[in-house]
């Protein structure tokens, strides 16, 4: 390595999509900024000593109040578009779970509020590039 090259910090984070067997999808709306009022998956970073998959699942529970097993959580994909977060080069893995129609929902930690959505009518204002994740989450698998 030259002593021009520089090393990128890059953020580990983990996401979660949750639907309903009915076509919902939980939403919590942001209360800081970036995206401060725009909705998004739930998600957040990875701490000392956890996997991506048991910080979704505690990142669920934080900002939601759903309390689902890591286990259950199905891998998505990896998200690490370099601009897909204005704060830096933050790497996502995303994860999806389905959980009971009318599971009960309150905002947590970092959420403004928190909201289930038909797939059919999300609302226009995603945060990052949470409607990337979502179409990944609802596609057909082949």
């Known amino acids: ?39 998004a998956i739930a ?12 910080a979704a699942a505690r990142e669920l529970a934080e900002e939601t109040g759903v309390h689902v097993a890591a286990d259950d959580l199905r891998q998505i994909g990896v998200f690490d578009q370099p601009d897909r977060d204005p704060r830096g080069r ?4 995303a994860y999806t779970v389905t959980v009971p129609a009318g ?19 999300l609302p226009g204002r995603l945060a990052f590039d949470h409607a990337d994740i979502l179409r990944a989450a609802t596609a057909p698998r082949a």
């Open 103 to 121: 599971t009960p929902i309150i905002a947590g930690d970092d959420a403004r509020t928190a909201r289930w959505w038909p797939l059919s009518k």
């Open 1 to 39: 390595m030259s002593e021009t090259e520089t090393f990128e910090t890059i953020r580990y984070t983990a996401d979660v999509v949750v639907l309903t067997p009915d076509g919902d999808a939980l939403l919590i709306e942001r209360d800081w900024p970036p995206f401060e009022g725009h909705w």
């Open 90 to 93: 933050y790497v996502t893995v």
């Open 43 to 54: 998600g957040g970073h990875v701490d000392i000593g956890e996997t991506s998959r048991q």
